[in-house]
Each structure stands twice: as structure tokens, then as C-alpha cells.
């Protein structure tokens, strides 16, 4: 094909001309990078003004300069510590060149440079390079300059005549999946320049709405093919119309999937208000004005006659779990069977208990599957969930396994939802066409989140709290101050509560110094040995995890040691105490949910979080944000600034390989927030631009699947 007649919707191939793709096409290919439109989207890390040669005076720290010279001195040291590709060896390089127009000097670095590097720069005596200037021991370089060798009439040349030379661009262009820059720069140079001037803008009929660059001006000003000044003028706009475009088309597909949602045929169930009114009555409490809303927004979507995805996000200890247990009784008067699926053993092993005791008197079957339990007991459990013997089956992942047959599965409630991935969602949803899916949270969701990983669902949120809750008091412990936690534990303890101890580790690891399960279990045994002291992880068996449980909850246990399998959903209201060993090794929501398994009844809670060693200052600072706030919104933005993004959606969320080029949710919410706005108006109105975007992955399984 001739380059003359591609166009940006022609394959990369389609600037070669050989037939077999060569290994940088098929190596874009892999990255997801297919015809001339997507190469649009690798933006360079910088466009600059490729200045005059100067000599070496001009040469300032964090500024671009060019050079020539001649090369007086050259050494290669062998980098032991890497090796490259096929166990190449690998060498870092040190040129001195000597200024062609003076007799300063100026020293170049090559670090982790393979063989035939060594082999270039030992043929070059006159030289060119450009890159950033820096300084290192009061001496200025430049690493990884881009450099040639000069013929001796270019060298011979006079300064003056490279000074009436006009300036040009230089664009530097990212390594995409192992392909280098130099080689994306050449792929680049292959594209017809008219084809510039003719890139599609979907958004062209609404700029004068949106008030954002044409996408032309952007990527040709981003990629480096407009006059320089113009360059600088429309970088800031050229990038917010990108992010804008990345935005928007997150928003699309998630619209689109509510949209498929909300047409589909589900399930219709109906209740009457005697059935709600005798269902509360099992709780030995009211329902706060939050959880009544709530509820009547899942009986709405049962009753609608289309499959409910709605998410229930509310703090720790917010009820949310009574909403969800009337949902299920609902479902099941009417015929249906509900699942519970929950992250961890611990956890369902929770739920299955307090289930167990509040359905008392109720003739409702509530079945328990695990992955650890023997073969025999799994089979056993799996024929009763397939005649619907049980009508309530609380579980973990197992929920979802092909052997797992239902009966007539109605409700799937999905515990800690952020635990799971969409396609372990959609596993269980489709064990019954038509069924409906409640997920909950106690992870509060920042905005920025509630608009990407959870766009296409219907969200209710309980802020209120039980009245009965006498909250917790949080406390950073230091080496100084931990005896006196060691006193305040013992005192409580001696009152007849209880306390958790969490460490972030079972064992002793060799490569990280951490406090572990192992070690903690046997210096608290010395600390108290009047007390019962046990531990609880995920290794244990089945049956261990449910005794070990079981006894804690009847306080024949008095303290706890654990793993973070007691983050959510565990609740014992006689354990007042909850102690984190290693903090800094937790995620700040983590440690919100873990500080919410205390105070979660009469008696007020205490959570410390306890450093037996020095920790660096940044990670003190995240732990004040642990003891000075207790609103887990607050404490959800901050956990998300710091541990960034992610990959809204990425395989874990939706099985899609989704890179963000420009677009950040947190830095850059308020054109999320735009694109959120515009993306509704043009879907409600079904405007073309939207028949544009979903044509691209109407038949995408990851965004047309309704979970």
C-alpha cells in the first residue's frame, strides 16, 4: 500500500511496504495500537525548541543545549549489578568532550548500555549531542544526550553560520512495549504530512458547547507540527481536550452499559408492607432514616421488572448489612434463593452466624460454601443449593464456581464489593437470567470513583450511624509510649473486653522487616500470660477459623491476634480494642476498616496504631490522618491521592486493557465532571456523537456485559 493513499484509519502496516508486518508493528499491535488513528495517542514526553550549536558556556543546568566537539577521553565500566536482553552484559559510558569552539569541556553518561553502544562511540573522534544539563559534583553533564558523528567540513564550520540557521522542534517520543523512541520517531516521520490537516474531530458539532481545542489543532500541537511558539501557546489546551476525549469515552461505555441494563428483562419482585414491617421486626434495633431510604430504593428495583445493580456504600458499623438481609428475605418469600458472596472465609463465617441466629423462628434454610472444606460436606452443600433446600447460601468465591448449580437464584448480594473483579460479579449474576444484584461497600467512594468504577450503577449511600454507637478513639503509638499501651490493654481486658491485635504478616519474612503473626502471638502471651491468647489468618483450615472464631465471640478468647482476614464485617461488640501492628504497611482504608470493628456498641472503642520502631516521617504523616479524622469520605480521598489511580478499566475491574495516556480522575475532576455532563446530555438526547463512540465497542463483551 502506498503511504500516499493511507489515511488515519488505514493499519500501521500500511506505512511499510513489505507484506509481513515487522516486529514494531506487531509489537504496537500487542500494546493495543492498530491503525495510523491510535498512533495519535502515544503523545511525546516533550516537544522543545531544537536550539543552535553554542559553546559550552552556554551550557546551563535544566536546559536543552547543543553541542559539538571532539572526544579526549572515553571509559566503560562494566555494571555488574544488570544484564540485558539474552544476559547481554551491560556497561555505563563516560565521554569528555572537548568544546569545538573553546576549551571548556563537558562530560556525557550512558548508563546500562548494551555492547554495541561501546562499539559506536569508539569509532566517533567529532561529535554533535543535545540533551538536558545537569550538575553532579559541581560539574556539568549530560546523560543519555542523543548523539552523531560529524563530518570534518560540518565541524570546520564557523559558529556564525550555524547561528543564521532558523531554530526547528524536537520531539521526544516515549518507549512503547519495548519499542524505542528513535524507532516511533521514524514511524512518525512516515505519515503523510497532508494527513495532518484531516484528523476527525467527533466532537467538531458541539466545540461551541464544550469551548475545547478542534482535536486537529491538539494532536498536531502536542505532536510537535506547529510553529513553536504555537506549540507553547496550546499545550495546556491541547492536553485538557485529550483528557476531555479519554473522559468521555470512559463515560460513553459506562452509560451505555446502564443504558443495556435498565432495557433488559429481570426478575419481578414484589412485597407487601406487612411482609417489610414483619421482616424488621427480627432486629432488636430501628432503622436510622438512611437505611428506610435505602431500602425503599432496592424494593423499587426489584419490583421494577429489570435487573437492580445497585451499590450500597455507607462507613464502617452504618447498617448496611440490615439492608441488605431485608432485601434477601424479600427475594426469598417470593419463591427465590439469595447468595451472599463475601471476600474472605472469615467474613462469611461471620455472616453465616449472626444470619444463622436472626433468622431464628423463620423457616428460611441458610447454607454455608466454602473453598476449604472437605469434598465431601462441598458436594453435600452444592445438591442442597441445586434442589433449593437452601434458600440463603453465604460464601466466598466458590459462589460463583460451574459446579455451583442454583435453583432459582433471585438476589446475589456481593459483600466488600471492591474485593472483586466485574467478571467475578458477572459470574454469579448469570447463574439466573434476569437476577438481580446488590454490591456493598464500607469503603466510602470519592466522587472521582463513584464517576469512573461505578458510573453504570445506581448508588445509595447511608451516612447516619446507629444512635446506640459510642465511636472510637484512635491513638499513634510510638517506642516511647508502648508500655503504656501494653497498661491500657491490660486494664480494659481486666474489665472483661477484648481486643484484636492485627499484624500485616503470618510468618517471618527474610527479605522484610515486619512485625508477623508468629512472633506477636508468642511476646503477648509473655506480656499476659493470665489471658486466652490465639491467632487467626487465612491458612487456617475451615474448621480452625469458625473454633477459633466462635470462641472469640463468646469471650473464651480474650485477645486476638490476627490478620487482616478481620477487616470487614467482623463484629464482636464486647471487643473494645483494636491494635495495629506495622501501620504503615496498611492502606489508610484498610486501617479505617479494620479501627471500625471496635466501638460498635455501648462501650466506646480504642484503636491504636502501634510503631515498636522509627518510621520515616511521610509515613507518620499518613497515620495522623488516621488519628485526626473518623469520616472515611475524608479518608478515602486521601488514600486515593496517594496510591493514585489505577486502571479504571483494567482486567481486574472489567477485563479490558484500557491505558490512560493524559487523563488522571484526581487531578483532574473537574473536566471528569464535564465530560460525565455532556456525555448525559448527548445520551439522553441521542445525539450522532454517540452512535460515533459506542460503534467503536458496541460489540466489546467487557462494556456490554451488565455488571
Not at 517471618?508 to 511476646?523: K, W
Not at 518510621?615 to 507518620?620: G, N, R, V
Not at 497515620?623 to 491521592?641: A, H, K, M, Q
Request: proline share 4%; charged share 25%; net charge neutral.
Amino acid at each position: 500500500m502506498s503511504t500516499f493513499s493511507v489515511d488515519w484509519n488505514s493499519p500501521i502496516k500500511g506505512l511499510f511496504s513489505s507484506k509481513t508486518p515487522s516486529k514494531t508493528v506487531l509489537k504496537l499491535n500487542e500494546a493495543g495500537f492498530h491503525t495510523l488513528k491510535d498512533l495519535l495517542w502515544i503523545i511525546p514526553l516533550r516537544v522543545y525548541e531544537l536550539p543552535n550549536f553554542k559553546t559550552f558556556s552556554y551550557a546551563q543546568s535544566d536546559s536543552i543545549f547543543r553541542g559539538m566537539g571532539e572526544v579526549i577521553s572515553l571509559q566503560h565500566k562494566p555494571n555488574f549489578n544488570k544484564t540485558g536482553k539474552g544476559r547481554a552484559p551491560l556497561s555505563n559510558i563516560t565521554l569528555h568532550i572537548k568544546d569545538r569552539y573553546s576549551n571548556e569541556t563537558l562530560t556525557l553518561k550512558w548508563f546500562n548500555c548494551y555492547p554495541s553502544m561501546i562499539q559506536k562511540v569508539e569509532t566517533m573522534k567529532n561529535i554533535s549531542f543535545i540533551g538536558e544539563v545537569s550538575e553532579y559534583m559541581g560539574q556539568k553533564q549530560i546523560v543519555n544526550p542523543d548523539i552523531d558523528s560529524l563530518l570534518d567540513q560540518e565541524y570546520q564550520r564557523d559558529i556564525s553560520f550555524w547561528d543564521s540557521i532558523p531554530t526547528s522542534i524536537k520531539v521526544q517520543y516515549p518507549t512503547v512495549n519495548s519499542i524505542g523512541p528513535a524507532h516511533i520517531t521514524k514511524l512518525f516521520k512516515k505519515i503523510p504530512e497532508h494527513l495532518w490537516d484531516h484528523i476527525v474531530d467527533p466532537l467538531e458539532s458541539i466545540q461551541e458547547k464544550t469551548q475545547l481545542l478542534n482535536l486537529t489543532q491538539a494532536f498536531k500541537c502536542l505532536h510537535g507540527k506547529l510553529d513553536y511558539k504555537e506549540v507553547l501557546k496550546l499545550r495546556n489546551q491541547s492536553e485538557e481536550r485529550l483528557i476531555f476525549e479519554e473522559f468521555f469515552q470512559d463515560q460513553v461505555k459506562l452509560l451505555t452499559r446502564k443504558n443495556i441494563l435498565h432495557h433488559k428483562s429481570g426478575l419481578e419482585i414484589k412485597t407487601e408492607d406487612s411482609s417489610l414491617k414483619k421482616y424488621k421486626e427480627i432486629f432488636p434495633y430501628e432503622l436510622t432514616t438512611d437505611q428506610e431510604k435505602v431500602t425503599q430504593d432496592i424494593l423499587e428495583n426489584l419490583s421494577s421488572g429489570h435487573p437492580m445493580m445497585r451499590l450500597v456504600q455507607g462507613d464502617v458499623g452504618s447498617g448496611k448489612t440490615s439492608v441488605a438481609i431485608l432485601a434477601a428475605l424479600i427475594t426469598i418469600e417470593k419463591g427465590f434463593q439469595v447468595a451472599l458472596m463475601c471476600p474472605t472465609e472469615s467474613l462469611a463465617l461471620q455472616h453465616y452466624m449472626t444470619i444463622t441466629e436472626l433468622f431464628n423462628g423463620l423457616d428460611i434454610k441458610v447454607g454455608l460454601l466454602l473453598g476449604s472444606q472437605k469434598p465431601s460436606d462441598k458436594k453435600q452443600t452444592q445438591e442442597k443449593i441445586k434442589s433449593g433446600q437452601y434458600q440463603f447460601i453465604i460464601g466466598t468465591h466458590s459462589l460463583f464456581q460451574k459446579s455451583v448449580e442454583y435453583h432459582n437464584l433471585g438476589l446475589s448480594i456481593i459483600d466488600e464489593q471492591h474485593k472483586f473483579g466485574v467478571n467475578q460479579r458477572i459470574s454469579l449474576t448469570e447463574k439466573n437470567e434476569g437476577s438481580h444484584c446488590l454490591l456493598m461497600s464500607a469503603t466510602p467512594i470519592p466522587r472521582s470513583l463513584s464517576l469512573t468504577q461505578y458510573g453504570d450503577l445506581d448508588i445509595s449511600v447511608i451516612k447516619s450511624m446507629p444512635s446506640n454507637r459510642k465511636g472510637t478513639k484512635t491513638r499513634i503509638v510510638t517506642p516511647e509510649s508502648f508500655d503504656k499501651f501494653l497498661t491500657f490493654l491490660n486494664t480494659r481486658v481486666s474489665m472483661g473486653e477484648q481486643a484484636y491485635v492485627v499484624v500485616p504478616a503470618i510468618t517471618e519474612s527474610e527479605t522484610q522487616d515486619i512485625t508477623n503473626l508468629e512472633s506477636v502471638l508468642d511476646r503477648f502471651k509473655k506480656f499476659f500470660p493470665n489471658y486466652s491468647i490465639e491467632g487467626l489468618h487465612g491458612q487456617l483450615s475451615s474448621e480452625e477459623k469458625q473454633r477459633t472464631f466462635l470462641s472469640f465471640k463468646e469471650n473464651k478468647i480474650q485477645i486476638l491476634i490476627a490478620t487482616s482476614v478481620i477487616e470487614v464485617g467482623i463484629n464482636v461488640t464486647n471487643s473494645t480494642i483494636m491494635a495495629i501492628m506495622n501501620p504503615e504497611r496498611f492502606g489508610l482504608s484498610s486501617l479505617h476498616q479494620l479501627r471500625g470493628r471496635v466501638g460498635r456498641g455501648k462501650k466506646p472503642g480504642f484503636c491504636f496504631l502501634v510503631n515498636d520502631k522509627k518510621i520515616s516521617p511521610t509515613s507518620m504523616e499518613r497515620l495522623r490522618v488516621i488519628e485526626d479524622n473518623t469520616d472515611g469520605f475524608i479518608i478515602s480521598e486521601e488514600d486515593l491521592r496517594i496510591r493514585g489511580e489505577g486502571n479504571i478499566f483494567g482486567v481486574q475491574q472489567s477485563g479490558e486493557t484500557s491505558t490512560k495516556v493524559l487523563a488522571n480522575f484526581i487531578t483532574h475532576q473537574p473536566i471528569l465532571v464535564k465530560a460525565r455532563e455532556v456525555a448525559q446530555e448527548l445520551f439522553s438526547s441521542n445525539h450522532p456523537i454517540i452512535e460515533h463512540y459506542t460503534e467503536q465497542f458496541k460489540n466489546n463483551p467487557h462494556i456490554t456485559k451488565t455488571v
